[in-house]
């Protein structure tokens, strides 16, 4: 979705050392909603939804005329707190004297993780900001870059995809279109802290930028996918020997969409399948996209006109040595997932790459290393009377995207949530 406000820093809590599990004493907890920036003419507050969650429980309050929602018999402990609605282009307009800006209207999120509730919490609400986004028409809608092992046991990367979807309800031309993959660099290159005091908060930091190409329309009709992978081919492996396939799980990948060719030869290609063009890389000769097995795999989209050779490179902060990665305009961010890595202690949100107004939260695969085969997608929002399928897009990953081992490219669970 396009980003349309400036800067907020995304909150932390440390509570690493906190332990609640002898707590039984509930509390009353309030959160008041902070309005977005872009807010300059009105106010949304009363009637909206706010959801404390803890591991699998969830509680949902409703929002009043201040903004406040009142959470009663909370039992004291490490929540994240989230927040999402949508709003017309009418009222777009009417909160923020902008218009014209999508014909799909525009959607209020805001997310706090690892926040606490105490039994010693004072009595004043916990403040949950906001950010506005107008919606995009294409969409980030699948990553699968966990990878896999065959029957033996031995690990496989060649079959690792992304997926785009058109939710608009017209054809949508793609040609051109960026695909950036963020530094994966551990420890990380920047923090959010470092990149707002470098850049003031306005560039995102990627490794790798990918383009469609530009030499013909490309065009995405409503309700279909675009398949980008590394390896246009049947991954599943059949072993003429044994009668069977060596990866029976992996995925079938020969009709994707674009492939972004191995000039190394160490990955099959399809010679029927187009091209997916390397437009920036961060260190070397690299044209596979390289998505990273366990995270952290950030993707963001973008479009500009502007010669992306031009932009600024930079090292990781404070160092004058190394990988040089590309500084892309956040204002130009059409949509991006933050897909943090997953670890023994669980997930470091101190990881993040995104600002909250590109993606208000993260989400994350089971697995810590990778090699898990599971797939990262959007959840179904609705469906049109037509079958077509509208995918969540709240600007909040941790509510629009679950994880499957078994979910294939072009298909999603039409369960609606």
Not at 19 to 45: H, I, R, W
Not at 57 to 71: H, M, P, R, S
Not at 109 to 137: H, M, Y
């Amino acid at each position: 979705m396009k980003k349309i406000l400036l800067p907020l820093l995304f909150a932390f809590t440390l509570t690493a050392c906190i332990d609640y599990s002898d707590v039984t004493q509930e509390v009353t907890a309030k959160v008041k909603l902070q309005m977005p920036a872009d807010f300059t003419e009105g106010t949304d507050f009363a009637g909206h939804n706010v959801v404390l969650k803890l591991g699998d429980k969830t509680l949902t309050a409703t929002t009043d005329e201040n903004g406040i929602a009142t959470f009663k018999g909370v039992v004291p402990d490490v929540y994240s707190i989230s927040t999402s609605w949508d709003i017309s282009n009418e009222l777009f307009a009417a909160l923020t004297g902008k218009s014209g800006l999508s014909m799909r209207g525009a959607v209020v999120s805001g997310a706090l993780n690892d926040q606490v509730i105490a039994e010693n919490s004072t009595n004043e609400p916990i403040l949950l900001p906001t950010n506005v986004a107008v919606k995009g028409d294409i969409i980030i809608s699948k990553i699968a870059s966990a990878g896999s092992k065959d029957i033996n046991n031995r690990t496989y990367l060649a079959g690792k995809y992304l997926e785009l979807y058109n939710q608009a309800d017209e054809s949508v031309d793609i040609s051109g279109l960026y695909i950036g993959l963020l530094e994966s660099s551990s420890p990380q290159a920047f923090t959010l802290e470092q990149l707002q005091s470098s850049f003031g908060g306005d560039k995102v930091i990627c490794k790798q930028i990918f383009q469609i190409p530009t030499d013909k329309t490309y065009e995405v009709a409503p309700g279909a996918s675009v398949l980008l992978t590394n390896s246009a081919i049947d991954h599943r492996g059949w072993d003429e020997r044994a009668g069977k396939f060596i990866r029976p799980n992996e995925t079938i990948l020969t009709d994707a969409d674009f492939e972004a060719k191995d000039a190394m030869g160490t990955l099959i290609n399809n010679p029927n399948t187009p091209e997916l063009l390397t437009a920036a890389t961060s260190s070397g000769n690299t044209a596979t996209m390289n998505l990273v097995q366990g995270g952290p795999c950030g993707i963001i989209i973008f479009r500009t006109d502007e010669n992306i050779d031009d932009w600024e490179r930079t090292y990781a902060y404070g160092k004058t040595t190394g990988a040089k990665y590309v500084t892309v305009p956040k204002q130009l961010i059409l949509d991006g997932v933050d897909y943090i890595k997953n670890k023994a202690t669980g997930v470091d949100v101190t990881t993040k790459r995104l600002f909250a107004d590109i993606d208000a939260s993260y989400i994350n695969i089971t697995s810590i290393n990778g090699w898990s085969l599971e797939v990262v997608y959007r959840r179904t929002a609705s469906v049109t009377p037509d079958g077509r399928i509208i995918l969540k897009d709240t600007n909040n990953s941790l509510n629009d995207f679950k994880v499957s081992t078994t979910i294939k490219p072009r298909e999603y669970d039409t369960t609606v949530e």
